[in-house]
């Protein structure tokens, strides 16, 4: 077995450990006593990442003895500019993988990276904003809104764009480039994967295919339509149009509106499950936990904003892989 370094447990967030470098890992987690200086030398967040990442994985091999209840009157709102949901898993664009869960600035780039296992919140220089999911890098150069908003992405992610029509919002991903005309959508592209797809819930987005010669027509999709590239057929470079599938995780971000007065956080995790069709696990055994009272009003807000809201109301903290929330008290340090 292969010695435990910071750069392998940083490997090991980032998703990119292979079968034997995983069990390094863990077994190490499991006695970090054996080599303490690979966890000194980690950064805060890296810490708390890794913990959470640990956490979530056992938390994955629970099922819940019944599935969520359907959902009741789940709706879109438009209130937002535009939004955009980007699902990109792990792809080659602009840069090579992260180091560390923080901004990096270099003379010709900004990158941010959320090598945590919750929703992460970054405000881009335009005043948009993207929510990045765990293990998601944003990168956008120094000419950012001087002609154009491009912003290089891998990994998943939801952005609140502003409106700018003078300067485009473009997201370029390792088979596509989907440009914005004032929308919600996702994008879901792999560079190893089959495929590569982009999907619309409200406005449009135009879809190129990226780096492909110009007899390929770029297409325009509209509310509840989807673009799916088989990224294997290079001889029939072309984009099918179909219909977004009934259950998609778009639905985390959807926007709706609940009150809760004085209920318990399990009947408020019921409402949210319903709402908006996801999995949101209560840590097993913590009856005050599930049993504090709630009191709260949200107003067109989406499931990522609301679990902000209750981090800081209840002192929990949460991990999610984007289709199952695992909420958890907070650990809290001297």
């Keep these: 077995?292969?010695?435990?370094?910071?750069?392998?447990?940083?490997?090991?967030?980032?998703?990119?450990?292979?079968?034997?470098?995983?069990?390094?890992?863990?077994?190490?987690?499991?006695?970090?006593?054996?080599?303490?200086?690979?966890?000194?030398?980690?950064?805060?967040?890296?810490?708390?990442?890794?913990?959470?990442?640990?956490?979530?994985g056992i938390r994955e091999k629970i099922r819940l003895s019944e599935p969520p209840v359907k959902k009741f009157n789940y709706y879109w709102a438009g209130a937002i500019a535009a939004s955009i949901l980007?699902?990109?898993?792990?792809?080659?664009?602009?840069?090579?993988?992260?180091?560390?869960?923080?901004?990096?600035?270099?003379?010709?780039?900004?990158?941010?990276v959320n090598t945590g296992q919750k929703i992460k919140k970054v405000t881009l220089p335009d005043g948009s904003t993207a929510w990045l999911s765990p293990g998601t890098m944003v990168a956008y150069d120094r000419t950012f809104n001087r002609e154009f908003r491009t912003v290089s992405l891998t990994g998943e992610s939801f952005f609140d764009v502003k409106k700018d029509h003078a300067h485009p919002f473009i997201v370029r991903t390792a088979h596509m480039s989907t440009k914005v005309w004032g929308t919600?959508?996702?994008?879901?592209?792999?560079?190893?994967?089959?495929?590569?797809?982009?999907?619309?819930?409200?406005?449009?987005?135009?879809?190129?295919?990226?780096?492909?010669?110009?007899?390929?027509?770029?297409v325009m999709l509209h509310p509840q339509q989807k673009a799916v590239w088989q990224v294997t057929a290079k001889k029939t470079d072309k984009l099918e149009v179909s219909l977004v599938e009934k259950h998609s995780v778009l639905k985390i971000w959807g926007k709706t509106s609940l009150s809760f007065n004085d209920v318990s956080l399990r009947e408020a995790v019921r409402v949210l499950q319903q709402q908006f069709d996801v999995?949101?696990?209560?840590?097993?055994?913590?009856?005050?936990?599930?049993?504090?009272?709630l009191q709260a009003d949200f107003s067109n807000q989406s499931l990522p904003e609301i679990m902000e809201v209750l981090e800081k109301l209840l002192n929990v903290s949460y991990v999610t892989d984007g289709k199952k929330f695992v909420l958890q008290r907070a650990i809290t340090t001297n």
């Design 86 to 112: 980007i699902f990109i898993t792990i792809g080659l664009l602009w840069y090579k993988q992260p180091a560390a869960n923080k901004s990096t600035v270099s003379n010709d780039n900004v990158r941010i």
């Design 1 to 56: 077995m292969q010695p435990i370094t910071p750069e392998l447990i940083e490997k090991y967030l980032a998703g990119k450990c292979n079968t034997d470098e995983e069990a390094t890992v863990l077994t190490w987690f499991n006695a970090p006593e054996n080599e303490p200086d690979a966890y000194d030398q980690l950064s805060p967040e890296a810490k708390q990442a890794l913990q959470d990442r640990l956490i979530l």
């Design 184 to 218: 919600s959508f996702s994008v879901k592209d792999n560079e190893h994967a089959l495929r590569a797809e982009v999907a619309v819930v409200t406005g449009k987005v135009s879809v190129a295919i990226a780096d492909r010669n110009k007899d390929v027509a770029d």
């Design 279 to 293: 999995i949101i696990m209560l840590p097993d055994g913590d009856h005050d936990l599930a049993e504090a009272k």
